[in-house]
């Protein structure tokens, strides 16, 4: 175990000291532990970098715009995946340890990075790309902010594509093929778009085995949205629209 400069500005829930539990390697690898000052209002960001920049160099994580904006800074805390720019130590630290893990369910680069190449390409499997209802036609197009399809859009639409819900997803642990929360979600958000003209072919993407009907509606990816959306309800409308679109024979 390594130590770092053992003066800190303020105690963190009476500690003065914090014990991180970090996994090193790759797909194999072990978890290794590292002791830092305590400081008060730490983010579990701000632990990671400490031990990056004052213990060891070579460690491997993501980040970017520290304020809770992009969302690469997303980790396992404890179990948990998190932003972990938004998560103080404080909150989550337990007998004055915190255990971080690279997102579950993508595979690892090194360390706390994971491959998230997987978990975009699943919105082009989910048909999330914009689809015009009119070729070259380029007038600003009136959507009533009041309409139940913009509610529901609105309702979908901020997500950032961190890969948080797609961690905590267990039919994601499961079946490694499942199009996973936050591609489901977007394809709800298309279908609710007046603007889009292809709202079949949306729906035809995800009445997939591995679509929105392999949902278990566990609700551990609202639970742990950082932009506080609700992709189970997202597939919930999406299971919703396909059985009207089959038993209309749309589909």
């Known amino acids: 175990m390594t130590s770092a400069d053992r003066t800190a500005t303020a105690p963190v829930n009476g500690l003065t000291t914090l014990k991180l539990s970090?996994?090193?390697?790759?797909?194999?690898?072990?978890?290794e532990e590292f002791e830092i000052p305590a400081e008060d209002r730490?983010?579990?960001?701000?632990?990671?970098?400490?031990?990056?920049?004052?213990?060891?160099?070579?460690?491997?994580?993501?980040?970017?715009?520290?304020?809770?904006?992009?969302?690469?800074?997303?980790?396992?805390?404890?179990?948990?995946?998190?932003?972990?720019?938004?998560?103080?130590?404080?909150?989550?630290?337990?007998?004055?340890?915190?255990?971080?893990?690279p997102l579950r369910s993508l595979p690892v680069i090194k360390d706390l990075a994971t491959d998230m190449s997987a978990f975009f390409e699943k919105n082009e499997k989910a048909g999330g790309r914009f689809v015009?209802?009119?070729?070259?036609?380029?007038?600003?197009?009136?959507?009533d902010p009041k309409s139940r399809?913009?509610?529901?859009?609105?309702?979908?639409?901020?997500?950032?594509?961190c890969g948080v819900c797609y961690a905590s997803c267990d039919v994601v642990a499961w079946n490694k093929d499942y199009l996973g929360p936050a591609a489901l979600n977007r394809a709800w958000s298309l279908v609710n778009d007046e603007r889009d003209g292809d709202k079949a072919g949306h729906l035809q993407k995800v009445a997939v085995d591995a679509g929105c009907h392999a949902c278990h509606s566990h609700q551990a990816c609202a639970n742990n949205c950082p932009q506080m959306l609700n992709p189970t309800a997202s597939i919930a409308g999406l299971k919703r629209e396909i059985f009207a679109a089959a038993l209309k024979g749309e589909l």
């Open 149 to 161: 399809q913009r509610k529901r859009a609105d309702a979908a639409i901020e997500c950032i594509g």
């Open 132 to 143: 015009p209802s009119q070729e070259g036609h380029r007038d600003i197009v009136s959507v």
């Open 42 to 101: 730490m983010t579990v960001l701000d632990a990671v970098t400490i031990v990056q920049r004052k213990l060891d160099p070579s460690l491997s994580y993501r980040f970017a715009c520290r304020v809770g904006v992009c969302g690469s800074c997303a980790m396992m805390v404890n179990g948990t995946p998190r932003w972990t720019c938004r998560t103080h130590v404080s909150k989550v630290v337990r007998d004055g340890q915190i255990t971080l893990a």
């Open 22 to 31: 970090i996994w090193r390697g790759a797909e194999e690898g072990r978890f």
